[in-house]
């Protein structure tokens, strides 16, 4: 058997997408000339995350309500609920920090060797989308179907809650078929899944040629400072994640990194969390989770926590502090901390979210919003580095609530070390559901 082929193919079309990327862009007239052509490889790269969004709702909303249905506890499903969401905030306090530490420690802002923009110069950052007091409205759906249309992630999770804590109060009569039909709902999206994901070297080499043909390769240069805070800044954050999944996990957590470098490299090489997740619910369940964790925890995360963006979040803070050389004193950071712990909740479903969360915060502290047109340049490579981090963490989160809660099985070697798709179960038998 052909192991890691997916992981392989998605590293060797980054890879030819830079090489691309970068002969396109030299040999462009001009920069507009560049965009044009970077318009035609966006093609394929929106058809492969279309493919991804079509997929996401159906596996999203199957995967919960088979899951708690499974439960039929309404008390396992809180008792999953508060310790995921336990782990989140702690993982999200523990970002932020890092996120501060470091952006004092390197100070990336000082000496900044590109012009500053105007304080006053506008970023046409809708600020307004990020609202706690909508976003807590905005969880409850007004229809699933609308739900499901515009793959609203948390919404779907709240409509399944109730629908699958029903089913599994019903499971022993009228709900027997329904339960068969969520459970082959799930394993016919876990075939569609594997059809869609043999697209994705397309997709990462037409997203990674793209960025590159408009960008170029010498922005890097210009920024390298501020970049290579930021990714040591991330490395710290991998160190420490990492490190507290093994206090839970043991030297498993190797083995669960190893699974989901696939998962990470198309995240990485697309800049969004999406792309990865059918992918990572597949290999969370080589690792050996049982799916009822999985098909709960990991919604939850992807709104939840986002540890990349929230690290984020604080570092550019303080980057356009020291590029402006408005310092903010330790209360400030601290006080900025918090807000930020706060507003960055609402981040799921916000274009651009981090950008918009700093945006928001900025003035409450008497930075210029203007500052974040410094780093719009370059925000889709550090997009890369916050949602391989995002895939990350919710991979160790949810392998950490599932080996509190006693649901990790045993793979064996073979399967595990595979990136070919699971073999699909053959559906629960309506006697069994009885």
Not at 54 to 75: C, E, N, Q, S, W
Not at 91 to 101: F, K, P, T, Y
Request: glycine share 8%.
């Amino acid at each position: 058997m052909k192991r890691n082929k997916l992981t392989t193919w998605v590293a060797m079309a980054m890879v030819a997408g830079i090489a691309v990327g970068y002969l396109c862009n030299t040999l462009a007239p001009d920069a507009a000339t560049a965009k044009e052509i970077a318009s035609y490889f966006s093609i394929f790269t929106d058809i492969f995350l279309r493919l991804i969004k079509m997929i996401i709702a159906p596996l999203v909303f199957g995967t919960l309500v088979a899951g708690l249905a499974g439960m039929g506890d309404a008390k396992a499903v809180g008792r999953i609920g508060g310790r995921a969401l336990a782990w989140f905030i702690g993982a999200s306090l523990c970002s932020l920090l890092i996120g501060l530490v470091m952006a004092n420690v390197l100070r990336p802002g000082d000496s900044v060797g590109v012009p500053l923009p105007e304080i006053g110069t506008a970023t046409n950052l809708k600020t307004a989308a990020l609202n706690l007091k909508d976003f807590i409205t905005h969880v409850f759906p007004k229809s699933i179907f609308d739900s499901m249309a515009h793959n609203e992630i948390l919404q779907i999770l709240v409509f399944a809650l109730f629908f699958g804590l029903a089913l599994g109060k019903l499971q022993n009569g009228a709900g027997n078929s329904l339960l068969k039909s969520m459970d082959d709902l799930v394993h016919v999206m876990l075939q569609v899944t594997d059809y869609v994901m043999r697209f994705a070297p397309v997709g990462v080499f037409a997203a990674v040629a793209s960025v590159i043909t408009t960008q170029g390769l010498g922005i890097l240069l210009v920024y390298g400072k501020y970049m290579a805070s930021f990714f040591l800044a991330l490395a710290v954050l991998w160190l420490l994640l990492i490190t507290a999944g093994y206090f839970v996990l043991g030297k498993e957590v190797f083995r669960l990194i190893k699974l989901i470098r696939g998962p990470m490299l198309i995240g990485f090489s697309t800049a969004t969390s999406e792309s990865a997740y059918p992918k990572l619910m597949e290999q969370l369940e080589k690792f050996g989770i049982k799916d009822r964790v999985t098909g709960f925890v990991l919604p939850l995360g992807y709104s939840f926590n986002l540890d990349g963006s929230m690290m984020y979040t604080a570092f550019a803070a303080l980057f356009i502090s020291q590029a402006y050389d408005i310092p903010l004193t330790l209360g400030q950071q601290i006080t900025m901390l918090m807000v930020l712990m706060v507003s960055s909740k609402g981040i799921a479903g916000v274009p651009r979210a981090s950008l918009v969360v700093v945006a928001a915060v900025l003035p409450m502290f008497g930075l210029p919003e203007a500052g974040l047109l410094l780093v719009m340049g370059v925000d889709h490579f550090l997009d890369m580095g916050r949602t391989v981090t995002n895939v990350l963490g919710n991979a160790i989160a949810t392998a950490v609530v599932a080996k509190w809660e006693n649901a990790i099985d045993p793979v064996s070697d073979e399967l595990a070390e595979s990136d070919e798709a699971l073999p699909l179960p053959e559906p629960i038998p309506a006697a069994r559901i009885a």
